[in-house]
């Protein structure tokens, strides 16, 4: 007999606020009649500088169906926060997982960058990737490479070799669920080997905590910018004057901006206007 469901709690504390901050989300998507294109990561949305889905769709869930299978991986994942004889633990498993959260979804964007711009797919630019699915892929890796002894449990009777779920849930989840994003989760993967083989190393509490203050601060301000949602205590001032005169530049998309000064002689007018094309294109 298993042990009763608040000890497992107390044993996974990190895992089980993960699960809960996730179903919770879900719950109010589901409330609201949120669609995936509101929440979800596309190359389009990005470029537009709705930056801050790649936190809102990582943790962000549509189907109940989709929501379950990660949410069942990642509670049998959450032995990694009792490994810190193997450099995991709490704290790490904190740590990792936010990287996992911000390069996984990074790395996504690259991936469809490289094929729209190399390979003129265009099926790309609208792709649109929701769920935690990268963060389970991730650390499925970093386990089958720290533990590859261990077993994952799905659903509660599904059991599968750790040293081969990975690429077993990679294959059977892009047969069972077609619409499910390949890349996401070939992402998470190559995260989590680059963990789990040191490439990414070295995060400690205050790089944690200063990290997670710049993606709250990124978040905020791109959700602003980009629209979606209306801080009325947030005004964000145009760095440049409106009263003051700006000068194009040809071919550089650049602007001058000069103050004006009353010169007689247009020639020396001329040479200043010279003088400062100089020093703004060296810049």
């Not at 709490?90 to 991936?111: D, E, F, P, Q, R």
């Not at 990679?170 to 070939?186: D, E, K, N, R, W």
């Not at 145009?238 to 001058?256: K, Q, W």
Request: charged share 10%; with cysteine.
């Amino acid at each position: 007999m298993g042990k009763p469901l608040f000890y497992e709690i107390l044993e996974k504390p990190a895992t089980s606020c993960i699960i809960g901050i996730c179903s919770g989300i879900w719950f109010y998507i589901q409330k609201k009649n949120i669609g995936y294109q509101h929440v979800g990561l596309s190359y389009e949305t990005a470029i537009e500088g709705h930056h801050w889905r790649v936190i809102s769709s990582a943790f962000s869930h549509i189907s109940v169906l989709h929501l379950v299978f990660n949410m069942s991986a990642l509670w049998s994942l959450g032995v990694i926060e009792q490994l810190d004889h193997l450099g995991l633990g709490v704290a790490n498993y904190l740590h990792y997982t936010l990287v996992l959260v911000v390069v996984s979804g990074l790395l996504v964007l690259g991936m469809y960058h490289f094929l729209i711009q190399r390979f003129k797919i265009e099926y790309f630019r609208r792709v649109t990737a929701v769920g935690y699915s990268c963060v389970v892929f991730g650390w499925m890796t970093i386990l089958s490479v720290k533990q590859p002894s261990s077993k994952l449990n799905l659903f509660g009777f599904l059991s599968l070799p750790i040293s081969f779920a990975p690429f077993e849930s990679l294959i059977f989840t892009s047969i069972i669920v077609p619409q499910a994003s390949f890349l996401g989760h070939l992402s998470g993967i190559i995260v989590g080997y680059a963990i789990a083989w040191g490439l990414i190393h070295g995060m400690t509490n205050y790089w944690a905590v200063s990290t997670l203050g710049w993606i709250a601060v990124v978040f905020i301000f791109s959700l602003k910018l980009s629209g979606a949602y209306d801080f009325s205590f947030l005004e964000i001032e145009p760095v440049t004057d409106p009263s003051l005169p700006s000068v194009p530049f040809i071919g550089n998309g650049r602007t001058l901006q000069m103050n004006t000064v009353p010169v007689e002689d247009k020639k020396v007018n001329l040479m200043m206007l010279s003088q400062s094309n100089v020093v703004t294109t060296g810049g």
